[in-house]
């Protein structure tokens, strides 16, 4: 409880967080006292231990500091305040009058006055070196893109500038132990001389031989390279960094097209956190940029969500637009009149065609094409409990939405009664708790309900773990498990190439070297799995879990449960694609009826009121399958929702595809626009008054 509280007080959530931050807070406090007494030794054990803390909270992230800058206690600030209580030390140890005092002021004011233009040259290398249009898996070679400066160089370049002081402050705090002012002049020599190299180290970067070729020049190659690679079928996508989920949900089918695909991408935060695809893929910030590229080859746009930037490749008139959204659910998302821009709309089953017809949002019938979700394959069918275990009970409540309509997620309504009633029923189940990622992003209540149910998680664990009727299988387990948790540590040390490029600084030589080989995507996907595999059976098949990282994926989390508890969001819709149990519920108190008659995807589920009293039935049939009541309503409701089996959702969305490429091809053909289009001279480019 109190580590609890003092998390939500300094604003951190990990352990280890606030470790580091109680070393900052200590250290900055223990150099204070300790320069007024004076204590020489202990002001340097606590000015390492403000070292030590600052550091680990920018290696780890930590959102503590985006508070301190809030507060004016930012990064810069913190040196400063410590090199202040330094000087307060030589004041009180009486060398305020001696040489090498006013060498240290000036080295100090000389370090931060070298400072600026370091900051200025980072700034401008950073806008120098970063391309129009950045890439992934498109060959560069021939669009000359010199080396930058090395990581080393320009990563927490902030940071590193300001620890050149290390040398000075270890050497005025010799000075004083030692009574010997030479470790004072030494220290300050080697700081001032660290700043000097740093600048001297970058400079040479901004020469125009190690510069990206200008702007006009490389749009003028991008636009020679899509004449030449003549992409057909785009995947369009813009939006914040948290719904990078909604773009990388489709790239697997993107690469099995049976076309030339491209995905374009409108926000550098997205590109960082694209999944791993060998799919061509463009990030072109600028509107003026996009609408002025040769997009004349494509004959496809597909679009997953509908934002305003959609707007921007909507005009291209030679190809036709089709929105496939990023989930199949009863949301009023699913319904959008915005889905009248489009020249169809994809949906999973007739379900989606029925719901545009009940919304009457001005989407013709003949406009909606029945593709499935070929991103559904990786859930497995449910075949019931292993002999020997407990069902697991998925509890995966969507966010609070833009509005505050009581029937937008359970979570702040329902969720502690949900949790409660599973952790504490009579027919034992394993509960597993994963939330939606933008959980608490709009609503203080529902971040505060999230982690009631999580502390309600954590003391059901530790005390299943307390209890001796799972002691056994913990002890059965011990030595698998312990063999799973040692290859995850394995696979963590290994790293991904997806982390790597989303730590890596927006540089031109980023684009230009990140080609995906062939085996790439097929060898991280068997990481995945294998990570996968080695997490589930790192833990004991009855531990409840919380789980809020972006791994395990939800869909892993499908196929380990074995009944789900949702609400209304495309998480029930997909889930049913399992066949297996699951509940649904009814925030907004309608009624069970009426429930059903509003959203699609219930009708087969057990459906819960705020109190979640019905969960008896839901953990019953986890318990056994075969003598589940809605069973034989759920293989009904799946064909509905997402369509036949056969043929594949994939064959289904690939054939959709090229029909719809082959009517833009023939609606060009007759409004006169030539078929090799793609080879005609891309239309000329304004120039921007500030650089004519």
């Given at each position: 409880m109190t580590g609890g509280l003092l998390r939500r007080l300094v604003g951190v959530a990990a352990g280890r967080d606030l470790a580091a931050a109680l070393a900052l807070f200590a250290g900055y406090a223990g150099m204070l006292v300790t320069a007024l007494l004076p204590a020489t030794g202990a002001f340097a054990v606590a000015a390492v231990l403000s070292y030590a803390?600052?550091?680990?909270?920018?290696?780890?992230?930590?959102?503590?500091?985006?508070?301190?800058?809030?507060?004016?206690?930012?990064?810069?600030?913190?040196?400063?305040?410590?090199?202040?209580?330094?000087?307060?030390?030589?004041?009180?140890?009486?060398?305020?009058?001696?040489?090498?005092?006013?060498?240290?002021?000036?080295?100090?004011?000389?370090?931060?006055?070298?400072?600026?233009?370091?900051?200025?040259?980072?700034?401008?290398?950073?806008?120098?070196?970063?391309?129009?249009?950045?890439?992934?898996?498109i060959d560069l070679s021939t669009l000359p893109v010199p080396d930058g400066p090395p990581r080393w160089l320009t990563h927490r370049s902030v940071e590193k500038v300001l620890h050149t002081e290390v040398p000075m402050s270890a050497g005025l705090v010799l000075a004083v132990a030692a009574d010997d002012a030479a470790f004072g002049y030494a220290g300050t020599a080697v700081s001032v001389a660290l700043v000097l190299g740093?600048?001297?180290?970058?400079?040479?970067?901004?020469?125009a031989k190690r510069l990206p070729p200008p702007k006009e020049q490389t749009l003028e190659w991008f636009d020679g390279w899509l004449r030449t690679h003549r992409p057909d079928v785009a995947l369009y996508f813009s939006g914040s960094k948290d719904s990078a989920y909604q773009v990388n949900m489709w790239l697997d089918t993107m690469a099995a097209l049976d076309a030339r695909p491209l995905v374009i991408l409108r926000e550098r935060a997205i590109l960082t956190r694209l999944a791993t695809t060998t799919v061509p893929v463009m990030c072109v910030p600028s509107a003026v940029d996009l609408m002025n590229m040769d997009l004349s080859s494509l004959r496809v746009g597909l679009y997953p969500a509908n934002v305003g930037k959609n707007l921007h490749l909507l005009r291209v008139p030679t190809m036709k637009h089709v929105f496939i959204g990023h989930g199949d659910s009863d949301k009023i998302a699913s319904i959008n009149p915005y889905a009248k821009a489009y020249d169809e709309v994809w949906t999973a089953g007739r379900a989606g065609r029925d719901r545009y017809a009940l919304a009457d949002v001005g989407v013709r019938d003949e406009d909606i094409v029945e593709v499935g979700r070929p991103q559904l394959a990786p859930i497995r069918t449910g075949t019931g409990v292993p002999a020997g275990r407990i069902p697991t009970v998925l509890y995966a409540p969507t966010w609070e939405g833009w509005t505050d309509d009581p029937g937008n997620t359970s979570l702040m309504l329902a969720g502690e009664n949900i949790v409660r009633r599973l952790l504490t029923s009579e027919r034992p189940v394993r509960v597993l708790y994963k939330p939606h990622p933008f959980t608490g992003s709009r609503s203080p209540e529902a971040g505060a309900a999230h982690r009631r149910i999580v502390a309600m998680m954590e003391a059901a664990a530790a005390e299943r773990a307390a209890d001796p009727r799972w002691a056994r299988a913990a002890?059965?387990?011990?030595?698998?498990?312990?063999?799973?948790?040692?290859?995850?540590?394995?696979?963590?040390e290994a790293g991904s190439s997806g982390a790597v490029l989303a730590a890596a600084w927006d540089d031109a030589s980023v684009s230009r070297d990140a080609l995906t080989p062939p085996d790439r995507a097929p060898a991280e996907e068997r990481r995945r799995a294998e990570w996968n595999d080695a997490y589930w059976r790192s833990k004991g098949w009855w531990e409840h879990r919380v789980i809020t990282g972006p791994e395990p994926l939800?869909?892993?989390?499908?196929?380990?449960?074995?009944?789900?508890?949702?609400?209304?969001?495309?998480?029930?819709?997909?889930f049913i694609a399992s066949g297996k149990p699951y509940a649904?519920?009814?925030?907004?108190?309608?009624?069970?009826?009426?429930?059903?008659?509003?959203?699609?995807?219930?009708?087969?589920?057990?459906?819960?009121?705020?109190?979640?009293?019905?969960?008896?039935?839901?953990?019953?049939?986890?318990?056994?399958?075969?003598?589940?009541?809605?069973?034989?309503?759920?293989?009904?409701?799946?064909?509905?929702?997402?369509?036949?089996?056969?043929?594949?959702?994939?064959?289904?969305?690939?054939?959709?595809?090229?029909?719809?490429?082959?009517?833009?091809?023939?609606?060009?053909?007759?409004?006169?626009?030539?078929?090799?289009?793609?080879?005609?001279?891309?239309?000329?480019?304004?120039?921007?008054?500030?650089?004519?």
């Amino acid at each position: 409880m109190t580590g609890g509280l003092l998390r939500r007080l300094v604003g951190v959530a990990a352990g280890r967080d606030l470790a580091a931050a109680l070393a900052l807070f200590a250290g900055y406090a223990g150099m204070l006292v300790t320069a007024l007494l004076p204590a020489t030794g202990a002001f340097a054990v606590a000015a390492v231990l403000s070292y030590a803390g600052d550091h680990l909270l920018h290696r780890r992230g930590s959102y503590l500091l985006v508070r301190l800058g809030k507060a004016r206690v930012g990064l810069t600030v913190r040196f400063l305040v410590r090199q202040l209580l330094l000087v307060l030390l030589l004041a009180r140890t009486d060398w305020a009058g001696e040489t090498v005092f006013y060498t240290a002021v000036v080295g100090f004011l000389v370090c931060y006055a070298l400072q600026a233009p370091h900051t200025a040259l980072i700034m401008t290398l950073r806008r120098k070196r970063r391309l129009p249009v950045a890439t992934r898996n498109i060959d560069l070679s021939t669009l000359p893109v010199p080396d930058g400066p090395p990581r080393w160089l320009t990563h927490r370049s902030v940071e590193k500038v300001l620890h050149t002081e290390v040398p000075m402050s270890a050497g005025l705090v010799l000075a004083v132990a030692a009574d010997d002012a030479a470790f004072g002049y030494a220290g300050t020599a080697v700081s001032v001389a660290l700043v000097l190299g740093y600048l001297l180290a970058l400079l040479p970067f901004l020469r125009a031989k190690r510069l990206p070729p200008p702007k006009e020049q490389t749009l003028e190659w991008f636009d020679g390279w899509l004449r030449t690679h003549r992409p057909d079928v785009a995947l369009y996508f813009s939006g914040s960094k948290d719904s990078a989920y909604q773009v990388n949900m489709w790239l697997d089918t993107m690469a099995a097209l049976d076309a030339r695909p491209l995905v374009i991408l409108r926000e550098r935060a997205i590109l960082t956190r694209l999944a791993t695809t060998t799919v061509p893929v463009m990030c072109v910030p600028s509107a003026v940029d996009l609408m002025n590229m040769d997009l004349s080859s494509l004959r496809v746009g597909l679009y997953p969500a509908n934002v305003g930037k959609n707007l921007h490749l909507l005009r291209v008139p030679t190809m036709k637009h089709v929105f496939i959204g990023h989930g199949d659910s009863d949301k009023i998302a699913s319904i959008n009149p915005y889905a009248k821009a489009y020249d169809e709309v994809w949906t999973a089953g007739r379900a989606g065609r029925d719901r545009y017809a009940l919304a009457d949002v001005g989407v013709r019938d003949e406009d909606i094409v029945e593709v499935g979700r070929p991103q559904l394959a990786p859930i497995r069918t449910g075949t019931g409990v292993p002999a020997g275990r407990i069902p697991t009970v998925l509890y995966a409540p969507t966010w609070e939405g833009w509005t505050d309509d009581p029937g937008n997620t359970s979570l702040m309504l329902a969720g502690e009664n949900i949790v409660r009633r599973l952790l504490t029923s009579e027919r034992p189940v394993r509960v597993l708790y994963k939330p939606h990622p933008f959980t608490g992003s709009r609503s203080p209540e529902a971040g505060a309900a999230h982690r009631r149910i999580v502390a309600m998680m954590e003391a059901a664990a530790a005390e299943r773990a307390a209890d001796p009727r799972w002691a056994r299988a913990a002890e059965e387990t011990a030595a698998d498990r312990e063999r799973a948790l040692e290859r995850l540590r394995a696979l963590a040390e290994a790293g991904s190439s997806g982390a790597v490029l989303a730590a890596a600084w927006d540089d031109a030589s980023v684009s230009r070297d990140a080609l995906t080989p062939p085996d790439r995507a097929p060898a991280e996907e068997r990481r995945r799995a294998e990570w996968n595999d080695a997490y589930w059976r790192s833990k004991g098949w009855w531990e409840h879990r919380v789980i809020t990282g972006p791994e395990p994926l939800l869909f892993d989390c499908f196929n380990e449960s074995d009944a789900l508890v949702s609400d209304i969001s495309s998480v029930v819709s997909d889930f049913i694609a399992s066949g297996k149990p699951y509940a649904v519920t009814d925030s907004a108190g309608l009624g069970a009826e009426e429930f059903k008659r509003q959203n699609t995807a219930v009708r087969a589920a057990v459906i819960l009121d705020n109190d979640a009293a019905g969960l008896d039935r839901l953990v019953a049939a986890a318990h056994a399958p075969d003598t589940d009541p809605l069973a034989t309503a759920r293989a009904e409701l799946k064909h509905y929702l997402l369509g036949p089996d056969r043929p594949t959702s994939l064959e289904r969305f690939d054939a959709a595809t090229r029909a719809l490429a082959a009517r833009a091809e023939a609606r060009n053909a007759a409004q006169g626009v030539p078929e090799q289009a793609a080879a005609s001279p891309a239309p000329p480019r304004p120039v921007p008054a500030q650089e004519g």
